[in-house]
């Protein structure tokens, strides 16, 4: 009598597939914001990217424009930003100096301080300072609290770090924004460059073709002699204008940055 159990019982599992291996990670992108939030500004390397026709062009370089704008803005709050702490400093750095000068008079022992004051601008007044065991601090806002000398210098040296850290990243904000705003400029005279040329072939192709059609006449030379003087016109106009823009370019690059 013939076996009923399956053949399959017995024979082995197949092992499982390979994993395919692991796809590559994708290229890092170039960050399109600096470390406080600022915008990059498109890099125009090939114009027809940007523009197809040259009922594009004015809107391109409007937008340029108003990005160069709000460079600008952003410039110029830096740079107030910057000037504030650069004010700002030096009067924190003193007021730690002085907290480090009376720690090192705390002892009850030392001899009072015999020192002077401002009342004004002008006038100054003479005061013995007694060793003493805490300071006063102003805060912002007509605050002021007193602080042990050891707490005072401790607050004062992490606001002066602070705000040497806000001035570094003041001063790297403004180079960012006159390189976006230089990257701009040219991207502008590349999009100028490429609607003046684009005009040109035009003016090309139809002197090219209205000649063909009217070299059997002899009163059509006398136009076309015309129209030749107005494409020199507006070649001297286009040329002009490409040449004051690459010395404003260039004035741009030769600024000193601070």
């Not at 009598?1 to 599992?13: L, T």
């Not at 027809?48 to 370089?61: C, K």
């Not at 076309?224 to 690459?246: C, F, L």
């Amino acid at each position: 009598m013939a076996d009923d159990h399956p053949m399959s019982s017995s024979s082995p599992s197949p092992s499982p597939p390979n994993p395919p291996p692991p796809p590559n990670p994708p290229p890092p992108t170039p960050p399109t914001t600096n470390a406080r939030g600022i915008p990059t500004a498109p890099f125009v390397d090939k114009v027809e990217d940007y523009v197809s026709t040259r009922g594009q062009v004015e809107g391109t370089l409007r937008t340029f424009q108003e990005m160069i704008s709000k460079y600008q803005f952003m410039e110029l709050n830096t740079q107030r930003r910057a000037g504030g702490l650069r004010d700002k400093i030096p009067e924190m750095q003193k007021s730690l100096d002085t907290v480090r000068f009376l720690q090192t008079r705390s002892d009850p022992s030392c001899p009072a301080l015999r020192t002077t004051f401002s009342l004004n601008e002008t006038l100054y007044a003479h005061a013995d300072v007694p060793p003493t065991p805490e300071v006063y601090l102003w805060l912002g806002a007509n605050v002021m609290l007193a602080y042990p000398l050891a707490e005072a210098r401790e607050l004062l040296a992490s606001k002066l770090e602070v705000a040497r850290r806000a001035l570094a990243a003041c001063d790297e904000d403004l180079d960012f924004l006159r390189e976006q705003m230089t990257t701009l400029e040219v991207a502008t005279a590349r999009v100028y460059n490429w609607d003046v040329t684009q005009k040109r072939k035009e003016k090309m192709a139809g002197a090219g073709g209205g000649g063909g059609g009217g070299g059997g006449g002899g009163g059509g030379h006398p136009a076309d002699g015309d129209d030749d003087d107005d494409d020199d016109d507006d070649g001297d106009v286009d040329d002009d204008e490409q040449r004051r823009q690459r010395r404003r370019l260039q004035r741009e690059k030769s600024l000193p940055h601070r």
